[in-house]
């Protein structure tokens, strides 16, 4: 059974940065797309970026491009998100996920979901 566990998330300042961890077990060829997911209070939850297959390739969606990084170190089965130059509205709980594709990964019906690590950004 795949098992997701989000770490890494707190406080931190404006533009500041944070590594979000996903450490992933039970890991199978369903898992192939692994995505980042964020849900700020009161908003949507929405999708933040993926990696899929391997050798990876990766997708960041443009609101956090150029500050989110996505990557993944198959030897620890993790997940990781690199972010930098956080801003208030990045505050969110963050989320990792896991499924066989990532096509229509922002519809967010990918299976396997951690319980999310928040992220708090203050000005």
């Known amino acids: 059974q795949v098992q997701l566990v989000e770490s890494g998330g707190g406080s931190v300042q404006t533009g500041g940065s944070l590594r979000l961890s996903c450490a992933a077990s039970?890991?199978?060829?369903?898992?192939?797309?692994m995505a980042w997911f964020r849900q700020a209070p009161g908003k949507e939850r929405a999708g933040v970026a993926y990696?899929?297959?391997?050798?990876?390739?990766?997708y960041v969606v443009d609101s956090v491009k150029g500050r989110f990084a996505i990557s993944q170190d198959n030897s620890k089965n993790t997940l990781y998100l690199q972010m930098s130059n956080l801003q208030p509205e990045d505050t969110a709980m963050y989320y990792c996920?896991?499924?066989?594709?990532?096509?229509?990964?922002?519809?967010?019906?990918?299976?396997?979901w951690g319980r999310g690590t928040q992220v708090t950004v203050s000005s």
């Open positions: 996920a896991a499924g066989l594709t990532c096509w229509n990964w922002l519809s967010g019906r990918l299976p396997y």
């Open positions: 039970g890991v199978t060829d369903d898992t192939k797309c």
């Open positions: 990696v899929y297959g391997r050798p990876s390739s990766t």
